[in-house]
């Protein structure tokens, strides 16, 4: 537990003084804790320290966890890739979705979503990097898919999220989100109040470029597990 704990304590300090460094109002960015992978007992050790938000990648695993932690008042976030199979299932039991990349996800997602639930909260994935390997829109395509996603009902656009190319090089980290930051503030949306940015290695650059949510796992858990 104590590891756990000191772990959260440092990214929150770091959290905190990037925003001090960088000149963002305190409190403007919320630390989500990146738990795929991770067993339910980390959670729980994060949720004493004082951890509400955790982020899940893979249904399956995310629901078993879920079915575990009920007694506890966690927030669930999924940033995943979507498959269109696991939709039902997301939209049942998270309250935020950052992944969403295409119109196709969001209207089952919607479509699927309880009517005894709140509207589902929803970031779209921008491909920031251009990489083939990797989920989401292309930036010139934004626009069009926040106009279609907006008009859903059970669904509440929140913002982007991005995962850029890994880079070494501060001013180089910052680019990425420097960009996708700009292109969103020009589009003036009244709902767009979410900026998913930054992990691990890039906290710092994404705290400087506007970043609102960043997602944190190894700094807190350490080297994921893979079976």
């Not at 959290?15 to 963002?24: G, K, M």
């Not at 001013?171 to 503030?185: F, N």
């Amino acid at each position: 537990m104590f590891a756990i704990a000191q772990q959260i304590v440092s990214v929150r300090t770091q959290i905190r003084q990037a925003e001090i460094d960088f000149e963002r109002l305190p409190g403007s960015v919320r630390l989500l804790a990146v738990s795929k992978t991770k067993p339910s007992s980390d959670i729980i050790l994060a949720y004493l320290s004082g951890q509400r938000h955790f982020a899940e990648s893979y249904a399956q695993e995310a629901r078993s966890k879920q079915q575990e932690l009920g007694a506890y008042n966690i927030t669930w976030h999924f940033i995943g890739p979507i498959q269109s199979n696991k939709t039902k299932l997301i939209a049942r039991h998270f309250a935020w979705v950052h992944s969403v990349d295409r119109f196709k996800i969001a209207q089952r997602l919607s479509e699927q979503r309880p009517a005894n639930l709140p509207a589902l909260n929803i970031c779209l994935q921008v491909n920031i990097s251009h990489e083939s390997s990797k989920s989401g829109i292309a930036l010139n395509d934004l626009p069009e898919l926040i106009d279609a996603v907006n008009a859903l009902p059970n669904l509440r656009l929140r913002g982007v999220m991005a995962v850029p190319a890994p880079q070494s090089d501060f001013s180089l980290q910052r680019e990425p989100y420097r960009l996708l930051y700009k292109a969103v503030s020009e589009l003036r949306h009244p709902n767009l109040d979410t900026f998913s940015f930054g992990m691990s290695n890039d906290l710092n650059a994404a705290i400087a470029e506007g970043s609102t949510m960043v997602r944190i796992g190894t700094s807190l858990f350490g080297t994921r597990q893979y079976s």
